[in-house]
C-alpha cells in the first residue's frame, strides 16, 4: 500500500476567518507563487468557499498597489 | 443609503500635510457634497507601490468608509477619474460579514505581536524538545545501570551456588 496523502486542512476555516481583508496585504502575499500569480487550491488546501473570497481579495489589493501583479517588471 | 468603502492613492507631489487636506477637499466634502456622510477614516501615509503607476513609485494611501445612496456613486466616480490628485481609487461595498473597521496601524501592531507569540511558543517548543530528549537520555543511563545491577546479581547467585555444590558437608 502507497502512503495517504497527507490531508490538508483549510487555515481560514481553522482559525474561522470569515471575511478576509483586501488591505491585509502580508496575509495574502502568502497565498501568490514565486511568480505572483495566486497559488491554486491543489497546493495550498484551501476551501472552495475561502479561494473564492482569497481571489477577489488578492485582485483588489493588486489594483491598489498592495501586490504585485507579476515578478519582473521593466 | 448603503455603506462603501473607498481605498484611494493621493499623489505624491504634496507633502503629507497637504495630502491629508487634499483628501478631505477632494474625498470627504465630496461624499457630504453627495448627502453622504464619512463614518470612518484611516490615513496610511506614504507607502511604495508593487508596481509602478502613472511612472510613480509612491503614493499616500486613504481608506474611508461612509453611507450613500446608490444613485449618487456614479457621479463621485465620476469626478475622482477626473481629479489629478487622486491617481486611484477603489470602491467596494462593505462586507456584512467583516466587523468593525481597523486601521493600519492597529493592523500592523496586531500582525507583529501574533508574530512574536508564535516565536515564543515556538522557543516553548523548542525548550520542550530538548528536555525531552534531556529525559530520555537519562532514563536510557537509568535503565542501563539496572541491567548492571542484575548482571551482578546473576554472578552471586552463580557463586553462592557454586559454594553449595563444592560444599562436601553436605550430602545430595
Known amino acids: ?13 481553522r482559525s474561522k476567518v470569515d471575511h478576509i481583508d483586501y ?11 514565486y511568480y505572483r500569480s495566486i497559488q491554486s487550491r491543489f497546493h495550498t488546501g484551501i476551501c ?22 507579476v515578478r519582473y517588471e521593466k | 443609503m448603503k455603506k462603501y468603502e473607498l481605498m484611494a492613492i493621493i499623489a505624491n507631489d504634496l507633502d503629507e500635510k497637504k495630502a491629508v487636506s487634499q483628501v478631505k477637499e477632494s474625498l470627504a466634502d465630496k461624499i457630504t457634497e453627495q448627502k453622504g456622510s464619512v ?23 486613504v481608506v ?10 456614479s457621479e463621485l466616480e465620476r469626478e475622482w477619474n477626473i ?27 496586531e500582525m507583529e505581536a501574533q508574530k512574536k507569540e508564535d516565536e515564543i511558543a515556538e522557543m516553548e517548543a523548542e525548550t520542550k524538545k530538548a528536555a525531552s530528549v534531556k529525559k530520555a537520555k537519562s532514563e536510557d543511563a537509568a535503565s542501563k545501570t539496572e541491567e548492571k545491577d542484575s548482571e551482578g546479581k546473576k554472578d552471586a547467585v552463580d557463586k553462592k551456588l557454586d559454594q553449595i555444590l563444592d560444599d562436601a558437608s553436605l550430602d545430595l
Open chain 2, 64 to 73: 474611508l468608509q461612509f453611507e450613500l445612496d446608490p444613485e449618487n456613486l
Open chain 1, 48 to 69: 472552495l468557499k475561502h479561494q473564492k473570497r482569497l481571489s477577489n481579495a488578492i485582485k483588489k489589493a493588486r489594483f491598489m498597489g498592495l501586490l504585485p501583479f
Open chain 2, 39 to 61: 463614518t470612518f477614516e484611516d490615513f496610511w501615509g506614504a507607502k511604495g507601490f508593487a508596481y509602478k503607476i502613472h511612472g510613480q513609485k509612491w503614493g499616500y494611501y
Open chain 1, 23 to 33: 488591505k491585509d496585504a502580508a496575509t495574502l502575499a502568502q497565498y501568490i507563487t
Open chain 2, 83 to 109: 481629479d489629478p490628485k487622486v491617481v486611484r481609487f477603489l470602491v467596494s461595498k462593505v462586507d456584512p460579514r467583516a466587523g468593525d473597521p481597523v486601521t493600519q496601524a492597529e493592523r500592523v501592531k
Open chain 1, 1 to 13: 500500500m502507497p502512503p495517504k496523502p497527507k490531508k490538508f486542512i483549510c487555515t481560514f476555516c
